[in-house]
């Protein structure tokens, strides 16, 4: 919301500085972005008389002035063919900034003639559009003056930042009331601001208006004025109106914006001549069509409100007036409009239709439901003075909601909530500046508050600490420390978030980067994932339109974009959620880690030679090492299939607990998806299931006593001949259960298919570590283990080899 | 015994001539071997008579000793100067590269939300989370802002088509405040929690993209007010930036959940063109700068997560975190968060180690 300073004194009688003005209005809440004064970059610029005008000796076009700033005549060349003796214009001396360009005004020769500074055109002056010749001033502008003084734009214009709480000071008026009540001056009573308007002596009855629609318009006053002139408004509204960025139309127009912006209260105006019998607010009909005043149609609902005709409808109403019932320059009878639209109806509508206006932002926040009539008396007073034409009575259709609120208050609940104890005196001032009515509850204790009707925010206990701590000031609010347990701060995490912290530590010191990827990704990236559950309705482009499945496209996506900036090897990681629904339809939302690793695993060196890329065996070292970081008990987890179709059908695996529960899935990428991805060469993936993590039940700190065996184990190797499909684990685990007493351990350390195996069988060789108890292994003791493994073995299909 | 004298010189010499181990070894089993010169004359000893062995022994026991030492001495010559003849040619430049293991990462987001759960447990806060996919309910109602509310408008919402078995419309949290609710009406107040995770607004230029990080803090008590709250940020905020200077600025505002509703600037010192935290903003080349929302939660809001707001108050602020990384450790481009750039990742990215502690200073 802009206003300018004077504007503001309009209704504040104030001697504070600007700079106490801009204080206040943070201090109190509202908010300043900016601050801007016009005569700042007119600085430099004076009002001038030029007393001679010769021809340039050497240009046709141009003219050698003398003149007069104020301190004595000057040489001065012009190029405007309006030059001439006498005439009083704007004059730049060296050292001016020209708005309009940024030049910096020096002396220097023009066509060998020395030039002082530069009589301007109101394009140079960036205050209108007129570059034909120089400015012309009235004969008796005082010469020598500041140009921006004497043409009164001297004169801040604040921005604040309105809360969509306070349409009460969507009006300049409401903003002074605010800083009176700071104590920054004396809020000047409404009839004094408007004393030089003439007064209303209504003639005739009113304009035929009604409502239909008690809900959406409540009350609809209006009043017409007839034999009105629609010209241009004076130059002083234009000129506020200017300077708030608001473009000057026609004296009805700008009046009804005046009064919108100085008194929070949107009117609007009707071309009586247009109109075709009276005006009811109703209930849209369905699919009716209004062309509003920004040139757009909109099709309506039963839902909304609009002003209508008998021939159909002219207004969304309190949102947007309609393209073929405005005032125009040639309208003579007006119609003024003064409603009260309900907030929620129009913030219904205007959402739906997506359409703002500045009287949108005023209904749907609430104005004053109590300024219906003095509202509409200020804007036919302005119409008068600057139109002219003869009133009529005010017709009044329906009543606005005036049922006064009346809120109990305790002055002690000031300190207990704002910490901040302001005497109950100074309470009852602040509020009463305000405009609350504060009486004392006959009931008992504390008050009885009746909140203006200005106030719609105001509605309990709280609002009113508000209201008095703002003006009070919020500097005065102590700093009180927060009560706090005694002894050591006790820990807080919870089990999935200590899994994901050493989750995010053990990825990054096993070399891999975190990246936070968009939880959003596009349909088809979701598709080899089986697609996604929640898809957006208003996605900010196709890329982003569903709510991920995996985090494998995220992370795909970020490799790509490395491998294009030249990463040679790449290691991604992220740490998030995959999004799947409920049956009741609420959001499933699983912690998952991300991992991709493409390019080279190793880079070419001295000492191994060539680079080599990532493999299968790669990613589950990773998979199997980030889960035991976890806590996962990685040796008790099964290798089984069902990786998905991300990935190589065969070499990708999932890592189990019992055949159900999935802590992993990986392997190496399936080559379509790498290459739907851009991506060569071997990529490879995985995804870990936070949730599946089982939580180790901890019961004290205290460890088992330590006890190492008494003896020393011992290994035995074994080769077997094994079938092709033998999963070497099956073949492990079998061993491993041969003889649970003795064997610790066994593990493969070699695998060999080819010269001396035969075909469709390969060769497994077995590392047997035997832990003896409390007595060493005899030779029998050793035969008869290596017994019972080669019979487990040979369950498996596996034979000892010769 | 001049033969024994000459002996022992001929053996020194031949031993101290030697080149080889071999030839040392040749020369003991010549000398003290089983049938060495040495040990033959040791043999005499015995059949001499008392007289003739108490003349002759003392020498004789010397030239073996002399020739045992002489001949254990050369070979540990010997032995050392192979080893460093080995050593020698087995010497390498050690200005070669060895072998780095690749350089992990954490995000900064990350870290930053590690810091805060460190600062705010000290402070007695929980860390609770809730769904990013929320339902129109927690993210809005419930929070005081009905569905015809102005800042509805405010937060650009992305929304699902879909509905859940209540009815509710889903969306994409455009605050972490729905976890607000969820923790009120999910456990027994006195509450202190802080929220941090992922939300979302239908918004994308150059300092907004359309998934950011929030941190939510909430504390529901008995007695607890906007004292507390202005003590809780500052204490926050020095602890977060590590500096005792911070100077906070509230300014009324307006939130729908909170009621007072403040605005928390912190005051900076432009240095070289940087923004440093710390100091007032009134101050020379000082300013504010917006960092958290706040204020005490709106009885409505208390009320409609099942607790009396006459019984209990409290305080709630949010901020982003993504903004505080910003603002600690100096990045100015919100879009690279969310990139996955290995080089910016690698710059901005903190060491697996630098896991935030209150003993070893939080910030890394």
């Known amino acids: 919301m802009k206003f300018t300073l004077s504007w503001l004194r309009d209704h504040l009688e104030t001697d504070a500085t600007l700079d106490a003005v801009l204080a206040a209005l943070t201090d109190i809440g509202l908010e300043v972005e900016g601050v801007e004064n016009p005569a700042e970059k007119l600085a430099g610029f004076r009002i001038a008389r030029v007393l001679t005008a010769a021809p340039h000796p050497q240009a046709d076009k141009l003219q050698v002035l003398s003149v007069d700033a104020g301190d004595g005549p000057m040489q001065v060349v012009c190029g405007a063919p309006n030059a001439r003796a006498g005439l009083v214009g704007v004059f730049g001396s060296p050292g001016a900034t020209v708005p309009a360009n940024g030049m910096v005004l020096r002396v220097a020769a023009i066509r060998g003639v020395e030039s002082n500074g530069m009589m301007c055109s109101t394009r140079e002056l960036e205050l209108g559009e007129d570059h034909e010749g120089i400015i012309e001033l009235p004969g008796d502008a005082p010469v020598g003056t500041a140009f921006a003084e004497h043409a009164g734009l001297d004169d801040p214009v604040i921005d604040v930042s309105i809360t969509p709480n306070r349409q009460d000071c969507m009006g300049v008026r409401g903003i002074a009331r605010d800083l009176a009540a700071k104590g920054l001056g004396t809020l000047k009573p409404l009839a004094d601001v408007f004393a030089a308007l003439p007064a209303v002596a209504p003639q005739g009855a009113g304009p035929d208006v009604r ?65 075709a019998g009276g005006l009811v607010a109703r209930k849209a009909k369905a699919g009716e069509e209004v062309l509003a005043l920004n040139g757009k149609s909109y099709a309506l609902t039963p839902a909304m409100t609009v002003i209508a005709d008998a021939t159909g409808a002219h207004d969304i109403g309190g949102i947007m007036g309609g393209e ?24 219904r509508t205007g959402q739906a239709l997506s359409l703002t206006s500045d009287a949108r932002q005023r209904f749907e926040r609430g104005v004053d439901p109590a300024f219906l009539d003095e509202g509409l008396e200020i804007a036919t007073r302005l119409v008068l003075a600057l139109c002219g034409g003869t009133p009529s009575a005010v017709t009044r259709a329906g009543t606005p909601p005036l049922e006064p609120r009346t809120l109990a208050y305790d002055p002690a609940r000031c300190a207990s909530l704002a910490g901040v104890d302001v005497p109950s005196a100074r309470q009852r001032d602040i509020l009463e500046r305000l405009g609350f009515t504060v009486a004392d509850d006959p009931t008992g204790a504390g008050w009885r508050i009746t909140v203006p009707s ?71 990236e979701a598709a080899p994932f089986g697609g996604g559950d929640w898809v957006l309705a208003n996605p900010i482009s196709e890329d982003m339109k569903v709510l991920r499945p995996t985090l494998l496209a995220g992370l795909l996506s970020a490799a790509r974009r490395n491998a294009d900036r030249g990463a040679a090897s790449i290691r991604l990681f992220e740490l998030g959620r995959r999004y799947f629904r409920n049956a009741d339809g609420s959001s499933d939302e699983y912690a998952t880690l991300g991992l991709v690793m493409a390019g080279e695993a190793r880079a070419r060196g001295w000492q191994h030679g060539k680079a080599r890329g990532f493999d299968a065996f790669a990613i589950k070292a990773e998979v199997e090492a980030l889960l035991a970081a976890a806590g996962a008990p990685v040796a008790r987890l099964q290798v089984m299939d069902g990786a998905g179709d991300a990935y190589h059908p065969g070499q990708s695996a999932t890592l189990r607990l019992g055949p159900r529960t999935v802590l992993a899935r990986f392997g190496v990428l399936h080559p379509r998806l790498a290459r739907a991805f851009d991506l060569d060469g071997t990529v490879v993936a995985a995804e870990i299931h936070l949730d599946a993590i089982p939580q180790a039940k901890k019961s004290g700190f205290m460890r088992p006593p330590y006890a190492p065996p008494a003896l020393q184990a011992v290994t035995r190797d074994f080769a077997f001949l094994a079938p092709d499909a033998l999963a070497a684990d099956a073949l492990v685990r079998a061993i491993r259960g041969a003889d649970k007493a003795a064997i610790a351990d066994a593990r493969v350390f070699d695998l060999f298919a080819g010269h001396g195996v035969p075909e469709g069988q390969k060769s497994l060789a077995v590392e047997v570590t035997l832990q003896p108890g409390d007595k060493s292994f005899g030779e029998a003791d050793l035969k008869a283990i290596a017994d019972r493994i080669v019979a487990a073995a040979a369950k498996q299909g596996a034979t000892l080899r010769g | 015994m001049t033969e024994i004298i000459s002996l022992q010189d001929g053996l020194l010499a031949d031993i101290a001539r030697t080149d080889t181990l071999d030839e040392v070894e040749a020369l003991r089993v010549g000398a003290l071997g089983k049938s060495g010169v040495v040990t033959a004359l040791l043999k005499t000893l015995g059949a001499m008579t008392p007289d003739e062995r108490k003349a002759k022994g003392p020498a004789i026991h010397a030239l073996r000793e002399s020739v045992t030492a002489a001949l254990a ?22 200005t070669l590269p060895a072998d780095m293991p690749p350089q992990g990462s954490v995000h900064p987001v990350s870290q930053v939300m590690d810091e805060l759960a460190e600062i705010f447990a000290d402070l007695g806060f929980s860390v609770a989370t809730g769904p990013e996919i929320e339902d129109d309910w927690r993210n809005f109602t419930a929070l005081n802002i009905p569905e015809t509310h102005p800042a509805r408008a405010m937060h650009d919402t992305f929304y699902f088509p879909d509905r859940d078995v209540e009815g509710r419309a889903m969306l994409l949290r455009t605050h972490t405040s729905p976890v607000q609710v969820r923790t009120m009406m999910g456990g027994e107040p006195p509450f202190r929690i802080i929220a941090p995770g992922r939300v979302y607004r239908s918004d994308s230029d150059a300092t907004h993209t359309p998934m950011f990080h929030q941190v939510e803090g909430l504390v529901i008590d008995k007695g607890i007010h906007l004292g507390h709250l202005k003590w809780t940020l500052e204490t926050f905020l020095k602890a ?9 600025r509230l300014r009324p505002s307006y939130f729908p959940f909170t009621e007072p509703s403040v605005e928390v600037d912190v005051g900076y010192t432009l240095e070289k063109g940087q923004r440093i935290i710390g100091g007032s903003g009134d101050a020379e080349n000082g300013g504010w700068m917006e960092v958290l929302g706040s204020g005490m939660v709106h009885p ?35 879009r690279a968060f969310f990139d996955g750039d290995l080089r910016w990742l690698r710059h ?3 060491s697996a180690l630098d896991v935030p502690t209150l003993s070893g200073g939080v910030g890394a």
């Open chain 1, 211 to 275: 409502t239909d629609d008690p809900e959406g318009c409540p009350a609809f006053y209006a009043r017409s004025v007839r034999g009105v002139a629609n010209g241009a408004s004076p130059e002083w509204m234009q000129r506020r109106l200017k300077a708030i960025g608001q473009k000057p139309i026609s004296a009805l127009v700008d009046i009804t914006n005046h009064v919108m912006i100085d008194l929070g209260r949107p009117l609007h105006v009707y071309d009586m001549a247009t109109l």
């Open chain 1, 324 to 347: 073929r019932s405005g005032a125009s320059e040639t309208t003579r009878d007006v119609l003024i409009e003064c409603a009260y639209f309900t907030p929620e109806s129009i913030a």
């Open chain 1, 454 to 524: 200005w106030r719609r925010d105001v509605t309990g206990q709280a609002d009113l600490v508000e209201e008095v701590v703002r003006i009070e000031g919020l500097d005065k609010v102590p700093s009180v420390p927060l009560p706090r347990a005694p002894g050591v701060a006790k820990r807080t995490a919870t089990p999935l978030q200590l899994v994901e912290r050493r989750l995010r530590r053990a990825a990054a010191a096993r070399g891999l980067n975190e990246a936070i990827n968009w939880s959003f990704i596009s349909e088809a």
């Open chain 2, 73 to 94: 001495a050369r070979k540990a010559a010997l032995e050392q100067a192979a080893l460093d003849s080995r050593l020698a040619s087995e010497r390498i430049d050690m």
């Open chain 2, 240 to 248: 977060f930036f590590e500096r005792e200077d911070i100077v906070l």
């Open chain 2, 300 to 334: 409505n809001v208390i009320r409609n997560c099942g607790l009396d707001p006459d019984e209990w108050q409290g305080f709630a602020f949010g901020t982003g975190v993504d903004r505080l990384a910003m603002l600690k450790y100096g990045m100015n481009d919100l």
């Open chain 2, 348 to 350: 901005y990215g903190f």
